[in-house]
């Protein structure tokens, strides 16, 4: 069951522990899933990968190539290899695509191989982020609030099943990061005790 954290940045000079797995970021576009998995990393001190950025490595061609030549099934496909590939490495931060954890079968991997946070995020944060950005391949058309709206209703139940949830808003991505260490040590403590208070985690 995953567990819900409020802001508490006054624990965050103090939190210590090492990720007994590689920490998968979950959400849709516009959660912030990069560039606060890039922060967390560096924080961390652990590599970063983001998996979409793997996935058109390894396909040769961007994702919005992707889908146009061959289609969401084949795209989804490639991803569960890629992330299975990914999740195979040491420890680290792992950013996702926004369906990636709509694969039953990569939702299954990241479950059974890593630690599974939910960047959390609403309907208005999301509606400002994804307007500053003209690349989102599955927001190229249409009305962008009525497709994060069914985005929401889609995917959000199945979100709500990861390990942790972290609410994110449009704000120095600074802060969020320091809600999800808050989060995460506090996971840590409960599932992975032998792991917890090893490693200073102060920015």
């Known amino acids: 069951m995953k567990q819900d954290y409020p802001n508490n940045k006054s624990l965050v000079g103090t939190l210590s522990f090492t990720p007994p797995r590689t920490i998968v970021l979950i959400g849709l576009m516009g959660a912030g899933k990069t560039s606060i998995g890039k922060r967390l990393a560096k924080r961390l001190d652990l590599p970063f990968h983001d998996s979409d950025h793997e996935v058109e490595i390894a396909a040769g061609c961007p994702i919005k190539e992707i889908l146009e030549t061959y289609g969401e099934e084949a795209f989804f496909s490639g991803e569960y290899r890629v992330i299975g590939r990914l999740l195979d ?17 990569t939702r299954e991997k990241i479950k059974e191989k890593a630690i599974s946070v939910w ?16 690349d989102r391949p599955f927001l190229t058309d249409g009305n962008q609030r009525e497709t994060l709206e069914q985005l929401i209703e889609e995917r959000y139940p199945y979100y709500e099943t990861c390990d942790v949830a972290v609410d994110t808003f449009d704000e120095p991505t600074a802060a969020t990061v320091e809600r999800v260490i808050v989060a995460l040590t506090e996971y840590i403590r409960v599932h992975y005790p032998h792991q917890y208070i090893l490693k200073s985690v102060e920015g």
């Not at 960047?119 to 003209?134: M, P, Q």
Request: hydrophobic share 35%.
């Open 89 to 105: 490495q040491p420890t680290h931060v792992l950013a996702t695509g926004g369906g990636s954890f709509m694969t039953e079968k």
């Open 119 to 134: 960047l959390k995020a609403d309907l208005e944060t999301l509606v400002t982020r994804v307007s500053r950005r003209s």
